[in-house]
């Protein structure tokens, strides 16, 4: 991996087919892609960019950043799927660079590149790097200011430069996700500074210009937006902040541990690779000196280490632990690489066991909706779908080992374009699959067939963002205000009626009107309103939403 076409197809074409080409072709997802496209479309719409609002009511869970650069992208390239998911595939982009540079400064340029690929092609990054969730931006701009106080202590004459991109990265890291994107960078260069013995270091830290930057950055959404909404501190910093790390306030408790499989099954393929690469790189550790491994272990810890004990746990928050992971993976390769010649011997099977199971786990998970109880597809529709996944492990399974044998170079180059070539075959089926059961994509297209332009259309017993975004109409919740509660309180009394409903005033606002447009998941939701209304229409339907139009009740006996 050395030459300037390599350079090119690690660092930019294969990113840009992984992350960027499959952007149109999978629908919205719910609930998360739909919440972060309505924000930034209404924001559009209603040319407030201060108050982030969903389905207009306040919403401060998440500050704005992402919201903005979405917009940008809306006013662009149109309120469609690419321009949603484009800031967060920007930012996993950026990780993937970032990975490229962290390998050039420790090591060389051959070390960037296979951290930089490994990044590219693991499970977790393509996975959570695609989608329109504030992870990835904060990931990306968290380790950005990580890095940036790194190289600042690491050098011998210290730029202040560097010094400012800390505080800088982090302004913009606050932006993406809050206080987290503060506590972080700042956080892994102190302790990685204690652990080193440099105690006395972390006064340099402190920074007057580092401060105005920051407050440059930052300051200005925070005043304004509190102007404008007093109650903005209480909610955004006590409740969304504290109550939500500490408390079991939204019901995410998960164990200690729950972040341990998630690494193991996010660094897939290549941890299924590490038996044979540990055996045969010659079993020296110390990649990056001291310093180097002190930091990147500082960095992977404190972030696992504050998740875990945390009470509120999901998939997408440890983004920013897989960079040093790649770059400790990338390094590892490239050794095990080095030490290969053509005619290398085989290894015994249990060094390559993990990477033989791993290809016929992959095998099939294509074929898992086949055996599902629910959301089950048929053989007869899915086989088309999944051919070409199922070749491809094949592949994999027998060409890189027969690679490695014949020419000695080229096995890495061959596991990283054939498990990229797998999860662009997969974008089709996945598309295929989820769209009917997590996007709002196929029920607004029912809506906009089937329902007036002038007609409302009510949610009854679920809140699909994504309806709105599709459509270009506000639809009215029935029940499932979820989390626009706190914002809906905020309306006044005849809008909270008007489109935050409880089941009572539903179907008291049945026997007033008739002819009601209502949109239900068809399951006991769907049984329910058929008890409830004598006469129902249905619309469209798949297995998961179904489209009514509902007429006045008639009591019995009436």
């Given at each position: ?244 790390y500490a408390t079991k306030m939204h019901d995410r408790y998960q164990p200690f541990y729950f972040y341990l499989p998630i ?296």
């Amino acid at each position: 991996m050395q030459d300037r076409s390599v350079k090119i197809v690690v660092l930019f074409l294969l990113p840009m087919l992984l992350y960027l080409a499959p952007l149109p072709f999978i629908p919205l997802m719910e609930p998360d892609e739909g919440r972060y496209s309505a924000i930034p479309a209404a924001m559009n719409a209603t040319g407030d960019y201060v108050t982030p609002r969903l389905k207009a009511a306040v919403y401060f869970e998440k500050p704005p950043l992402s919201y903005w650069a979405t917009a940008i992208f809306f006013r662009i390239f149109g309120q469609n799927e690419l321009a949603s998911r484009l800031f967060a595939v920007l930012c996993a982009w950026g990780c993937i660079l970032l990975v490229y540079r962290m390998g050039l400064y420790f090591h060389d340029g051959r070390t960037g590149l296979y951290g930089a690929a490994v990044l590219t092609t693991f499970l977790y990054h393509i996975s959570i790097g695609r989608i329109n969730i504030l992870d990835m931006p904060l990931a990306f701009f968290v380790c950005m200011a990580i890095w940036s106080g790194f190289r600042f202590f690491a050098a011998r004459e210290r730029k202040k430069g560097w010094l400012y991109l800390l505080y800088f990265f982090s302004a913009l890291a606050f932006l993406a996700k809050g206080l987290i994107g503060i506590a972080f960078p700042f956080g892994v260069v102190v302790i990685w500074l204690l652990v080193s013995g440099r105690w006395r270091d972390m006064f340099a830290l402190f920074s007057p210009v580092g401060i105005l930057i920051f407050s440059a950055a930052a300051l200005p959404w925070l005043i304004l937006v509190q102007r404008e909404n007093p109650d903005f501190f209480r909610f955004f910093f006590i409740q969304e902040h504290f109550l939500r790390y500490a408390t079991k306030m939204h019901d995410r408790y998960q164990p200690f541990y729950f972040y341990l499989p998630i690494i193991m099954a996010g660094t897939l393929p290549w941890c299924a690779y590490l038996p044979q690469a540990l055996k045969g790189s010659g079993g020296e550790r110390d990649y990056f000196g001291s310093a180097g491994n002190r930091f990147l272990l500082v960095w992977f810890g404190l972030i696992l280490l504050f998740f875990s004990i945390s009470s509120s746990k999901l998939i997408p928050y440890i983004a920013p632990v897989f960079l040093p992971l790649a770059l400790w993976f990338g390094h590892l390769f490239r050794r095990y690489e080095d030490g290969l010649v053509k005619g290398t011997a085989t290894l015994p099977l249990r060094y390559r066991l993990t990477a033989i199971l791993q290809a016929f786990v992959f095998m099939a998970a294509p074929l898992a909706p086949l055996f599902l109880r629910q959301n089950r597809m048929a053989w007869e529709n899915w086989w088309p779908w999944i051919i070409a996944p199922i070749v491809i492990q094949i592949l994999i399974l027998l060409v890189p080992d027969w690679i490695r044998k014949k020419r000695g170079r080229g096995w890495f180059a061959t596991v990283y374009l054939l498990f990229a070539l797998f999860v662009l075959s997969l974008t089709a089926p996945v598309a295929q699959y989820l769209a009917p059961y997590k996007s709002a994509y196929p029920l607004s297209q029912a809506i906009m067939k089937h329902v007036p332009p002038e007609a409302m259309v009510y949610q009854y017993g679920m809140s699909l963002y994504g309806v709105d975004f599709y459509t270009g109409r506000r639809t009215p919740i029935v029940d499932d205000i979820g989390e626009v509660g706190y914002g809906s309180r905020q309306l006044t009394v005849a809008e909270r009626q008007k489109y935050f409903l409880l089941s009572a005033d539903f179907f008291r606002l049945l026997q007033e009107r008739d002819g009601i447009y209502c949109a239900t998941e068809n399951n006991e939701k769907l049984e329910t309103l058929k008890k409830e209304m004598p006469d129902l229409s249905v619309l469209w339907h798949n297995e998961e939403y179904v489209l009514l139009k509902l007429s006045r009740a008639v009591k019995k006996g009436a």
